[in-house]
């Protein structure tokens, strides 16, 4: 299949392209480059041993985004993962990141429907079950108002992608709502690229062991979990970016579905464990202080996975171990390109 990726040169998207070639289908890449790097293609073409098409280009360019679509025509799906992303950003700049995540979806969902796009994977995150009553989640958990534009975003986003395929005969739609993406390709040659300081532990962990940061501050010890720090559902970007493949393969033999999988290990983990983790599995000691809870933040999540892995037959089979130490791994490759 021929897939039309946007944001595909960020952190999950170069690992779904990544994907997608090593099962055989092509990508078409748009991204405008606003939070990652042009460097990114050439080690995706390594990876993947061909040349990747690549168009930079502003998803909220709609003539743009069209002569793309006519250029690639046809495109037997979209995985639509171009959005901003930094959830306390978007406290600051609400309009931004409804224009970025919103017009910018709409914009797409028009090229789905101006050029017969049969088949589409949003980018989703499990932000839209808020802080549940009970966890595990499971898709049905209700969704909830986040207190956040970028949490919002992709609740509304949900919402417009479910209607429009229930309306719209021809298009089939799955929405991934992921839980916390972490590590790298095994190759170290393609990973996450923050920039400035992390808000995200994984990044934060590395960039502190690699002497960046001076130490890192594990937020909140007073929780209601056994260490007493919170919890998060951590996954391998490399897990993440199969279920991509799983769905767009999935949407082929389903056409016109909608639907909305967890996409998670199952298993939930404590901040202090995934220190743990990268300690073991890097040799590194990691410098670390407690401090009081992240305004914001909720105590526990993690995922039911049972229907993902009923449905699309997809389960995360990386360990924590292997997601802090690839993580490791890209961080050190990472400063020798820059030393
Ligand atoms: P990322 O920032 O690394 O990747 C997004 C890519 O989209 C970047 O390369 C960026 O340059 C590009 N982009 C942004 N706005 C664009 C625009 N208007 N036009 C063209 N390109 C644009 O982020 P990521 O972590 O890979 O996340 C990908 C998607 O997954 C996003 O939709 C994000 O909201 C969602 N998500 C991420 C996480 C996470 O923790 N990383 C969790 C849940 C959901
Ligand atoms: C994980 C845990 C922190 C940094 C965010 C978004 C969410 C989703 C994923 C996109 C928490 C703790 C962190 C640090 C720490 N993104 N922590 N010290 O908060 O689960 O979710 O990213 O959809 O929408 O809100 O991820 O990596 O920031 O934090 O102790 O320096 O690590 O308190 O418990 P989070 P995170």
């Keep these: 299949m ?124 499990c932000t839209v079950y808020g802080q549940p009553e009970r966890v595990p989640v499971t898709e049905s958990t209700p969704t909830t108002r986040s207190v956040t534009p970028y949490g919002n975003s992709k609740l509304i986003a949900e919402m417009i992608l479910e209607e429009y395929t229930r309306l719209h005969k021809g298009l089939g739609t799955v929405m991934l709502r992921y839980f916390n993406p972490v590590g790298a390709h095994e190759s170290a040659t ?59 393969e999935w949407l082929q033999e389903h056409p016109d579905e909608v639907e909305f999988f967890n996409v998670g290990t199952g298993t939930g983990q404590t901040v202090l464990e995934v220190i743990e983790s990268f300690e073991r599995s890097t040799g590194q000691k990691l410098n670390y202080e407690i401090v009081g809870r992240r305004e914001g933040d909720i105590e526990q999540i993690w995922a039911d996975t049972t229907k993902v892995e009923q449905v699309l037959g997809w389960k995360a089979t990386r360990t924590l171990d292997e997601m802090t130490s690839s993580a490791w791994k890209w961080e050190c490759a990472l400063r020798a390109q820059k030393s």
């Design 2 to 125: 021929k897939i039309l990726v946007t944001g595909g040169l960020g952190y999950i998207g170069s690992h779904t392209v990544a994907e997608l070639y090593r099962h055989g289908h092509q990508a078409v890449i748009i991204d405008d480059l606003s939070n990652s790097s042009r460097q990114v293609l050439p080690a995706l073409e390594n990876l993947v041993g061909t040349n990747i098409p690549f168009y930079q280009l502003d998803i909220l360019n709609q003539d743009g985004l069209a002569r793309v679509f006519e250029q690639e025509f046809p495109v037997d799906g979209i995985i639509h993962f171009a959005a901003k992303k930094a959830v306390n950003e978007s406290l600051q700049k609400p309009l931004i990141y409804f224009e970025n995540n919103i017009t910018g979806l709409l914009n797409i969902v028009r090229c789905v429907e101006d050029f017969n796009v049969n088949n589409l994977v949003f980018s989703s995150s």
């Design 190 to 248: 393609i990973g996450e690229l923050p920039i400035g300081v992390p808000a995200n532990l994984m990044p934060f962990i590395t960039q502190t062991a690699a002497g960046v940061r001076e130490r890192l501050k594990v937020f909140g010890s007073d929780y209601n979990t056994r260490d007493g720090t919170a919890i998060r559902d951590y996954i391998h970007v490399v897990d993440l970016a199969d279920a991509h493949v799983k769905a767009i």
